[in-house]
């Protein structure tokens, strides 16, 4: 066996490089559109926004920092500047962990709950229109298949993997 052809790399098809550059165009294109809405409706990334969400789901709409940072898959560092802006605004607060010094919480105060309800409305409108009315129920379905698929593959196992939310 030929050494160079072993390290060539399996590149993709052109039916796969469509399909790769139409999903890369899409998500960005989503994306944008979603911080968009939020910036005009709420003065908030779509980041931010997760994090509410994320909150106000939450018993007693708080969660541990190291746990917000899993969910919304971000580095410790990013969700701690984030949350430093959501305290600015006083749509959350932080509390220490009386069972770890180290810990601290994250908090949706009434206030952010309150922006989080008026939000909501908007967003979802955002997501049905760019989404779910272009799509026929079973392409939906595909999606939703796809996706799952693509996160499970990406979600190391082990306990000594690199996951931005331990960085």
């Known amino acids: 066996m030929n050494t160079a052809s072993a390290q060539?790399?399996?590149?993709?098809?052109?039916?796969?490089?469509?399909?790769?550059?139409?999903?890369?165009?899409?998500?960005?294109?989503?994306?944008?559109?979603?911080?968009?809405?939020?910036?005009?409706?709420?003065?908030?990334?779509?980041?931010?926004?997760g994090l509410l969400v994320q909150l106000a789901e939450a018993p007693r709409r708080r969660l541990r920092m190291t746990e917000l940072a899993m969910n919304a898959k971000i580095t410790r560092s990013r969700l701690s500047h984030a949350i430093a802006r959501l305290e600015k605004n006083g749509w959350v607060r932080r509390e220490d962990c009386s069972s770890d010094k180290r810990g601290q919480f994250a908090v949706l105060t009434d206030d952010g709950y309150e922006v989080l309800r008026r939000t909501a409305p908007g967003h979802v409108t955002a997501v049905r229109q760019a989404v779910f009315e272009r799509l026929s129920a079973d392409q939906q379905k595909a999606l939703g298949e796809a996706m799952r698929i693509v996160a499970e593959g990406l979600q190391p196992k082990d306990a000594g993997a690199d996951l931005p939310w331990l960085r």
């Open 8 to 49: 060539e790399p399996r590149w993709l098809t052109d039916e796969e490089q469509r399909i790769w550059r139409a999903y890369m165009h899409a998500t960005t294109l989503l994306e944008d559109h979603l911080d968009r809405q939020l910036q005009r409706d709420a003065g908030m990334p779509h980041i931010y926004y």
